[in-house]
């Protein structure tokens, strides 16, 4: 009898093991994420949406496990991604930066693959992903938010650059955009000056021919021209 007992008594603690191993195991299964803040603005109606390259935010992606349910901090942990990155970018710490070149809404995502659980269990839903949304609001002013026309300098090409003004005040180098105000009819030159072995290509939005360096415009209204160099 008391060997009946004592065989009992063994398969209970090894059952209640098991079933304690297995909850563990649950207990740290991913359900969602949740990406904070769960959306973020850059700009303003009458801010150029040039002007707002470079701005930034750090995103947190927050994890949600179950049995029982706990959060953790799993921001170095995800796969960060962009839908629109000509519009902004996030980069693999969560670091969602705008780029000054388009403005709307973008969708940005927090993803982790796995098939097992933290505690080594196999477990289903294999994708958990996790969502924000970034927007850059569209520059609606019919100047520079100062009494001014913008003349905006982009470029163009895989080549490098530079490109200046006269009068002073626009000062670029490749690949990253800039741009400055004048006086409205103010006549403006500008001029690319390539970086070897990169060549000068040409303009576009100038009211010289494209090929011809330096740029001739007279700004009267908001305008953008674009540099290339090959």
Known sequence: MNGKWLSLMLLTAVASLLTGLNSCGRSQELVSIQIQPASETFGAADV??????GS???LRALGTYIHPPVTKDITSQVTWASNDPQMMTVDASGLLTATGVACGASLISATITTNKSEGGLSSNGAVVTGYMTGNVTCFTGSNGGAGAPVLTLTFAGTGLGNVASS???LS???????????TSGTPVTLTAS???PSVFGSWTG?????STNPCTLTLTAN????????
């Open 48 to 53: 150029p949406v040039i002007a707002n390259a």
């Open 56 to 58: 930034n935010v750090q």
């Open 167 to 169: 009068p002073l005040g």
């Open 172 to 182: 670029c180098n490749s690949p990253t955009p800039c741009l400055a105000q004048f």
């Open 194 to 196: 390539p970086i070897s």
């Open 206 to 210: 100038c009211d010289s021919p494209p």
């Open 223 to 230: 305008r953008t021209v674009t540099a290339t160099f090959n």
